[in-house]
């Protein structure tokens, strides 16, 4: 079944060390979003990638990276973890064509990896 | 940026009952999605809905499309204790895509 797989699903890091989170892909989007998830909050977009693009929000910490190296795979780098960066890390996927009435199509998303920072 | 409010915050139900929420914003919509998210999980798609006026199911689920493209609604018929979760609706325009802040619903057996 194509998926949007994240791993890993749980991850501790101590404070300031940095942290990678993976997501692969198997829909074959063009577009791989990320999202940070706080317990009873909506997902916040920190970025995404429409093919190699990167577009970062404009709230979002420079403390976090991302890359993209095929249209497969996208991480998320945390630089220096502080406590506050504790959250649940959520990856989407989408489909995107431009001059349509709707360019972006409908988000799909992986089961997430929660970071614990200590 | 944009908000969707979502209504009610928050759900306790008897098992069995049927629910209601919905989803508004200022703004008009191409299209309307909701989602449910399980604890320690990422959120899941429910129905999508592409149409003002639309009426779509999904087993007990029924959303529709509101003829204003300003809203959206989703009801749960005969609740169960596995629809407990957190449910978001999102709505895209354009290339923008906005998510609801969320009705956290708990089915009490």
């Known amino acids: 079944d194509a998926m949007v797989i994240q791993n890993p699903r749980y991850q501790v890091t101590q404070f300031g060390k940095p942290v990678t989170l993976s997501c692969s892909q198997t829909l074959n989007h063009n577009v791989m979003y990320w999202y940070q998830q706080k317990s009873s909050q909506a997902p916040k977009l920190l970025f995404h990638?429409?093919?190699?693009?990167?577009?970062n929000e404009a709230d979002t910490p420079d403390n976090f990276q991302s890359r993209r190296p095929n249209t497969s795979f996208c991480f998320l780098d945390i630089r220096s973890p502080g406590l506050g960066d504790a959250a649940m890390y959520l990856c989407?996927?989408?489909?995107?064509?431009?001059?349509?009435?709707?360019?972006?199509?409908?988000?799909?998303f992986g089961p997430g990896t929660r970071l614990l920072v200590l | 940026g944009q908000q969707l409010n979502q209504s009610p915050q928050s759900m306790f139900i008897q098992e069995g009952e049927d629910v209601s929420m919905n989803c508004t914003s200022s703004?008009?919509?191409?299209?309307w999605l909701w989602y449910k998210q399980d604890p320690g999980e990422g959120p899941v798609l429910l129905i999508a809905?592409?149409?003002?006026?639309e009426l779509t199911s999904n087993g007990r689920l029924t959303a529709q499309f509101g003829t204003t493209r300003k809203d959206s609604f989703l009801n749960i018929s005969a609740s169960i204790p596995s629809d407990v979760g957190i449910y978001f609706c999102?709505?895209?325009?354009?290339?923008?895509?906005?998510f609801g802040t969320g009705t956290s619903l708990t089915v009490i057996p």
């Open positions: 990638y429409y093919d190699k693009d990167f577009n």
């Open positions: 703004s008009i919509f191409n299209t």
């Open positions: 989407a996927t989408s489909r995107y064509t431009s001059g349509r009435a709707n360019s972006q199509e409908t988000q799909y």
């Open positions: 999102a709505g895209l325009g354009g290339n923008q895509f906005y």
């Open positions: 809905l592409y149409k003002a006026g």
